[in-house]
């Protein structure tokens, strides 16, 4: 029976965080760690996952299981998806699936929508619906919605196309910029953050301050589109100025963390452009541009405040189908 392989990058926010969840633009980078979803179909009826990474071993379901709420994250994700994906495309056989990621949920990497994107793109190569990567995006857009009930969508967007991309809220505008690596340092603060839960803090602080949050949205805004254009041109030390004025912008939002501010200051100190936070911020990652001569120093001073440099490749590529007919 056709069985399918595929396999999604993680992600990182370079620009934008927070903001694009408001109507405004990001800039996301794929990361080299990737996430593989298998999916064939089965004779016997329901669903089996299984996912070494957390311990699943034919873990078997049936859709309407999934809103009890012990039932386990990546499992969610993968039967939100065939929920949605049946609803526009009816079956009826079982199918086996099962997950094999590269990277761990702590990073931050993004497992969430790269299982929800190479599940719902397993599913079109299973049943051949031949969907646009459009159609994979919203569908998996409408997947995180249902679950998490905040978000943009970018990391979605960074799983189907992978690259480095701009990114307007709900996949509005999708526009890669074409760059081939970037010369950026992640650290990992050690400290695991819920992104809905930051996002949720965010819209608080938006619906009780809304003409200063609004306004701190709008500069981040203005960032993101100045840092596209230095990107393109690798005029890092601008782009390391940017990250250290979207840092600030971010701290005003309240979404900084202890360790996230020693790892920062260590890698300016060491010589790095510049310096933040990735993502929603309260922990997970920060990320840092650097030149070759100061890249070890700023790997060391990141280690010596406490955090971990994960060394990972960026603008990698994005959604990879494989399929063997066994
Ligand atoms: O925490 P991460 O890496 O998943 O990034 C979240 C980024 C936000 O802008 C805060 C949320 C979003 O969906 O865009």
């Known amino acids: 029976m056709k069985k399918v392989n595929i396999s999604c990058p993680g992600k990182l926010m370079l620009f934008?965080?927070?903001a694009v969840v408001h109507n405004r633009h990001c800039l996301v980078t794929a990361v080299d760690q990737r996430l593989t979803v298998t999916i064939e179909k089965s004779s016997d009826e329901g669903i089996t996952l299984t996912a070494p990474d957390v311990g699943l071993n034919n873990f078997a379901f049936s859709l309407a299981d999934s809103d009890s709420p012990d039932f386990p994250k990546v499992a969610k994700f993968v039967a939100q998806s065939i929920s949605n994906f049946s609803k526009r495309h009816s079956f009826s056989m079982g199918l086996r699936v099962s997950t094999r990621s590269e990277f761990g949920a702590t990073f931050g990497f993004g497992s969430s929508s790269a299982v929800t994107v190479a599940t719902l793109k397993a599913l079109d190569e299973v049943f051949e619906t031949h969907l646009s990567n459009e159609d994979i995006f919203q569908l998996g857009y409408q997947t995180v919605i249902d679950i998490q009930g905040v978000g943009s969508g970018f990391d979605l967007a960074s799983a189907i196309w992978g690259n480095t991309i701009l990114f307007a809220t709900g996949g509005k505008e999708i526009v890669p910029l074409g760059v081939s690596s970037l010369p950026i340092v992640v650290g990992y603060t050690g400290v695991k953050a819920d992104t809905a839960t930051l996002v949720k803090q965010v819209n608080k602080l938006k619906q009780q301050y809304p003409a200063f949050v609004e306004?701190?949205?709008?500069?981040?805004?203005?960032?993101?589109?100045?840092?596209?254009?230095?990107?393109?041109?690798?005029?890092?030390?601008?782009?390391g100025q940017y990250m250290n004025f979207q840092q600030g912008l971010l701290e005003s939002l309240g979404v900084g963390s202890p360790q996230l501010s020693s790892l920062i200051f260590a890698a300016r100190h060491a010589g790095a452009f510049g310096a933040k936070l990735s993502g929603a911020g309260g922990g997970d990652c920060m990320i840092t541009v650097v030149d070759d001569d100061h890249r070890k120093a700023v790997e060391t001073a990141i280690i010596q405040a406490g955090g971990t440099v994960l060394s990972v490749n960026l603008s990698a590529p994005g959604l990879k189908v494989q399929s063997d007919n066994d």
């Open 16 to 18: 934008g965080d927070h």
């Open 215 to 239: 306004s701190v949205f709008d500069q981040i805004e203005s960032i993101v589109l100045e840092a596209k254009p230095l990107i393109v041109e690798q005029e890092w030390a601008e782009v």
